[in-house]
């Protein structure tokens, strides 16, 4: 396994414990700790560092450029950590997650072992995005010359995958971080009757648009002054934006910053409406976390991915225009005035797509996936 320390990836790699297969991780950021929740797997982590020499600490808060020279000569390239334990380990098998990270970078060692299988993972914007800019694409090309095999998290990225070269075969379309544990989560579920809450995911950055659903809710301020707003995850162009006379009249709007998945579902759990907005993603994990705890979606939808999951006005509302509030208070309005609608709608998620994100269903699946790759090895 090879990613960048990330949740995403810990809740992925948990489905295959007690699996028998010996699992290895080479972080490639290097994040500098053992993660005790994946403890099952052979971590290579501390790497990036030759020498933890005295005072470095005191030296790096008080000689910024010094520290910076210093670390020039201390560090170890990813490329020779990665070439040094792939010669320890010898992997039958190499599963990378997201392209840039952990794909590109050790392309040219997996290029001379052709025999060795090769996974990959994308992650949010990996190729939707990164598709129009012509060094990226370059790399991306490079990379599906050489793979094997694909999972994703949206139909869209296999068919972009095709698009640009990749000839090997595709494993299956999962939640990116595996399934969701349902039976632990039903207990932060409302009734629809005690939901007074709208929810906003928090990101404005280069791909999340948060500021447009403020717009569109300061827009329709009226209609929602009975709800409770809350925007979680808000970053800091987030809270600059908000520092604003206008907003404060918006009494009923909260801003919460970082927290926690299990916060998240929470706060799912008592939503009414759940809104995601953003110019690029894969399938967002937040709007199938917002399905299983019965928050009904207003979601956008950039390359159809959430089209995937979510039937305009039928189980959820699709932001075809993220960048556009007017359009975004029209279906929270619309969304607010139609009780029937969003009761109908939650139930068809709860009836037919929560079961399909528990987490035992998906890991079943993903092994099966593993046990297809495991089956052409060739020893």
């Known amino acids: 396994m090879v990613s960048v320390f990330s949740n995403h990836f810990f809740n992925w790699v948990l489905q295959l414990k007690g699996s028998g297969h010996e699992v290895y991780w080479f972080d490639v950021n290097d994040a500098n700790t053992h993660v005790t929740r994946i403890d099952f797997v052979i971590q290579t982590v501390k790497w990036k560092r030759k020498f933890d020499y005295p005072g470095r600490q005191w030296i790096k808060k008080n000689f910024f450029v010094l520290d910076k020279f210093i670390n020039r000569l201390n560090q170890r390239k990813l490329i020779d950590a990665f070439q040094q334990k792939f010669d ?29 299988k090769w996974i990959y993972s994308p992650w949010g914007t990996d190729l939707f995005y990164y598709q129009n800019e012509a060094e990226k694409l370059k790399g991306i090309k490079s990379v599906f010359n050489r793979l094997d095999y694909m999972f994703a ?123 995601g907005n953003s110019i690029s993603d894969g399938m967002p994990n937040t709007l199938l976390e917002a399905i299983i705890m019965g928050a009904f979606p207003i979601q956008s939808n950039p390359g159809g991915a959430s089209a995937e999951i979510i039937e305009h006005g039928k189980n959820g509302y699709l932001i075809e225009n993220p960048e556009n509030s007017n359009e975004i208070a029209v279906l929270i309005k619309k969304a607010i005035q139609n009780t029937g609608l969003l009761q109908s709608g939650i139930t068809f998620n709860s009836d037919y797509i929560k079961p399909k994100l528990e987490r035992d269903y998906i890991k079943e699946q993903v092994l099966k996936s593993y046990a297809l790759v495991e089956a052409n090895l060739k020893f």
């Not at 990116?176 to 709208?198: A, M, P």
């Open 88 to 116: 320890e380990i010898q992997p039958d098998v190499i599963h990378s997650f997201e392209m840039y990270s952990s794909c590109v970078p050790i392309l040219k060692i997996i290029k001379k072992h052709p025999k060795i």
């Open 153 to 275: 998290d949206c139909n869209r990225d296999s068919l972009i995958a095709r698009k640009y070269g990749f000839q090997g075969e595709y494993l299956g379309t999962f939640p990116g971080g595996g399934g969701y544990e349902l039976n632990s989560s039903n207990s932060w579920v409302y009734e629809f009757q005690n939901r007074k809450t709208i929810l906003v995911k928090g990101y404005q950055n280069k791909f999340g648009r948060c500021n447009n659903v403020l717009e569109a809710l300061l827009e329709i301020e009226h209609d929602i002054k009975d709800f409770e707003i809350i925007v979680f995850a808000a970053t800091e162009e987030v809270l600059k934006f908000v520092d604003n006379p206008i907003f404060n009249k918006m009494k009923n709007l909260r801003i919460v910053g970082a927290i926690g998945r299990e916060e998240v579902l929470k706060l799912m759990g008592k939503s009414l409406l759940y809104i």
